[in-house]
């Protein structure tokens, strides 16, 4: 399987492509790669002439730096992961980071009609400038016809769509389920990092989203809300970061329903140093 490492390589194959009128699907990822992120790739295969995985960690994106360098990096064998997919099919895209960013590592400046403010963009500072930078990088080097997102990072989703709909951008960005373990906790590389007790605690995320989702049909947001936070008071490992239903479309915090309209709720949760994040659509 072929990894690319420059984008100048890369144009030139996606150029040869494009002039066989081949259609090239994009799943941008941050590598250790894992079910969810094949689940993206098989998805974009049966879409798709050819797919690009994109595979970068990000610097501009990580407002914490020891999250930065935590982050799990295992190429070689995210590569042998793509090659039992697909060996022909598949194009790895793994720029160093003066490949992307051109010795200038910053972040531009983006507004995304106030999607960046909700949820996430309250506590990770410039995080939502970092993915925008590099996902707006990434299509302007891959120009791939579709770009693939798990529901996961949902508001991210949001932003994503924001972005092509703002720049004007010719992709189809095409949603994709959340991947859960067996025991429903939301894949991730960052589940790697967890110590046992850690990964053993961790479903109980899910549990709750669940749960809530059943409340949410017969009681408000407010009581749903202070039932999570009182879920997590009491428990042992598990620190809540934040607990939030929103509106589908706008992800502005409600205080209550309205009929015709979609709701989700969102979860942050360390589970020791580790970060997690999941949503639930509610009705």
């Known amino acids: 399987m072929k990894v690319y490492t420059e984008k100048q390589?890369?144009?030139?194959?996606?150029?040869?492509?494009?002039?066989?009128?081949?259609t090239l699907g994009l799943v941008p990822t941050m590598g250790a790669l894992h079910k969810g992120h094949l689940a993206l790739v098989k998805k974009a295969l049966k879409n798709n002439d050819k797919v690009v995985v994109s595979i970068f960690v990000n610097p501009t994106q990580f407002?914490?730096?020891?999250?930065?360098?935590?982050?799990?990096?295992?190429?070689?064998?995210d590569v042998e992961l793509l090659s039992s997919i697909n060996k022909d099919a598949i194009l790895?895209?793994?720029?160093?980071?003066?490949?992307?960013?051109?010795?200038?590592?910053?972040?531009?400046?983006?507004?995304?009609?106030?999607?960046?403010?909700?949820?996430?963009?309250k506590f990770r500072t410039g995080h939502f400038d970092g993915v925008g930078t590099?996902?707006?990088?990434?299509?302007?080097?891959?120009?791939?016809?579709?770009?693939?997102?798990?529901?996961?990072?949902?508001?991210?989703?949001?932003?994503?769509?924001?972005?092509?709909?703002?720049?004007?951008?010719?992709?189809?960005?095409?949603?994709?389920?959340?991947s859960r373990e067996a025991s429903g906790l939301a894949m991730s590389s960052r589940n790697t990092r967890l110590k046992p007790a850690y990964k053993e605690a961790a479903p109980f995320i899910y549990k709750t989203l669940t749960?809530?989702?059943?409340?949410?049909?017969?009681?408000?947001?407010?009581?749903?809300?202070?039932w999570v936070e009182k879920q997590f008071e009491s428990h042992n490992l598990?620190?809540?970061?934040?607990?939030?239903?929103?509106?589908?479309?706008?992800?502005?915090?409600?205080?209550?329903?309205?009929?015709?309209?979609?709701?989700?709720?969102?979860?942050?949760?360390?589970?020791d140093d580790v970060r997690l994040i999941d949503n639930i659509a509610l009705n």
């Open 9 to 22: 390589e890369i144009i030139v194959a996606i150029d040869a492509f494009k002039e066989k009128n081949q």
């Open 63 to 77: 407002d914490n730096k020891e999250d930065l360098v935590k982050y799990p990096r295992t190429l070689e064998r």
């Open 92 to 121: 790895v895209y793994a720029p160093s980071v003066d490949d992307i960013y051109e010795g200038n590592t910053v972040s531009e400046t983006f507004e995304f009609d106030g999607l960046e403010f909700e949820m996430e963009g």
């Open 134 to 178: 590099i996902i707006k990088r990434l299509f302007s080097i891959i120009n791939p016809d579709n770009a693939y997102f798990g529901e996961k990072d949902f508001q991210q989703l949001a932003i994503i769509k924001k972005l092509v709909e703002k720049h004007h951008i010719p992709v189809t960005i095409v949603p994709c389920p959340i």
């Open 211 to 226: 749960t809530a989702k059943a409340h949410f049909g017969t009681k408000s947001a407010n009581k749903v809300s202070q």
């Open 238 to 271: 598990l620190k809540l970061e934040y607990f939030i239903i929103a509106d589908a479309s706008t992800l502005k915090t409600i205080n209550r329903k309205t009929k015709n309209k979609k709701y989700r709720a969102f979860i942050a949760v360390y589970a």
